[in-house]
């Protein structure tokens, strides 16, 4: 059975850039930016999300997004998932 996810209250951040992907054993770490201007007009990348995922997660994220017919909840459907506490 699977629960629905509540997201009210939760922040969304619009990244611009994925900045790095780090290896941690099997899983992966992805590392998105956003950029900020600087007083001289020049723009600097700030990290704004770390997101840690297991092998398998990351798998299915690729494979939901490489697939995206509109409908990207259905490729992670069966997808494990694991709730913050």
Excluded at 20 to 34: C, K, Q, T
Excluded at 49 to 60: E, I
Excluded at 62 to 69: K, M, P, T, V, Y
């Amino acid at each position: 059975m699977t629960r629905p996810i509540d997201t009210y209250g939760v922040q969304e951040v619009f990244c611009e850039a994925l900045a790095r992907v780090e290896r941690i054993g099997p899983n992966r770490r992805l590392v998105f930016v956003i950029t900020v201007p600087n007083s001289d007009g020049t723009k600097e990348q700030v990290a704004v999300v770390k997101l840690a995922l297991s092998a398998n997660a990351a798998f299915h994220a690729a494979q939901a997004i490489l697939n995206d017919g509109g409908e990207p909840l259905a490729a992670l459907e069966n997808a494990p998932t694991v709730w913050a506490n």
